[in-house]
């Protein structure tokens, strides 16, 4: 009877175009917000891009000489602020090639396979013949692909991996959340999350007495770079609204 009834809701979700999820418990998402959590690293921050979307917090950082960005959408000012000496290596389908000096430009979508449209990230990295100083990756929902697919012969060595991580609202959806909570998983094996900054194009989704964001950009240091670990405060003194005519967005305290 109650996978009768679970049938029956799903079917009049699906007339009426609603996803409701529901069967993660609480504990759980306050699982993945610990993961996500950012700390002073021991750097300051420097922002690169546009003053709103595009724009992201770096740990100001010596010795840069490449930065691999998926995904572009309608900006390359973080590329541009990297100097003409960091060597650029940009992918995206959507996109012209931007015909920057320093670049050389995929019009793939990076992915976990390779096809006609779609470039494997570990091909693509391979193909580069550098090692990405700076992993910059904005895609719409397929970071979460990229990040298992990615090879951790290369994902150890990156110095900086910039992150927007995309529709947060799901991970109450048992599938959804171990994609999202693996990925950060295998990423925090290297890496310490420095910076996070949510995107107010929408408000913070509440599961009970927990508000996450629906997307939410991360930046990431190499534990090989990090000097030690102390409380950091949020929203920094950089940070923009993503939406510059809507309100800002804040993340709260246990996020920090």
Known sequence: MKQFLKSKIFNLQNLLKLRIYSNIDNYKIFKLINLLKAYDLGYNLIRLGDSKDGGYLIPKLSNIKSCHTVGLGNTIKFEKDLG???KLFLADKSVKNPKLSNAIFEKKFISSFNSREYLD????IQKTKINPSILK????????????AIQEKYLKNIKILVLELHNLHLISNEYFYSIVYNAIKKIKIYFDVCHLHPNNNFPLIKF???EIPRDLEVTLLNKKFTKFK?????PHRLDKPTVSD???????????
């Open 208 to 210: 009970g007495n927990l």
């Open 246 to 256: 809507r309100k800002a967005v804040f993340l709260p305290k246990y996020f920090f």
């Open 121 to 124: 990230i570990n091909n693509w």
């Open 230 to 234: 102390k409380k950091t405060y949020l």
């Open 137 to 148: 990756i904005d895609a719409e929902g397929s970071e979460y692909e990229i990040i298992h």
């Open 84 to 86: 003409k000496n960091v």
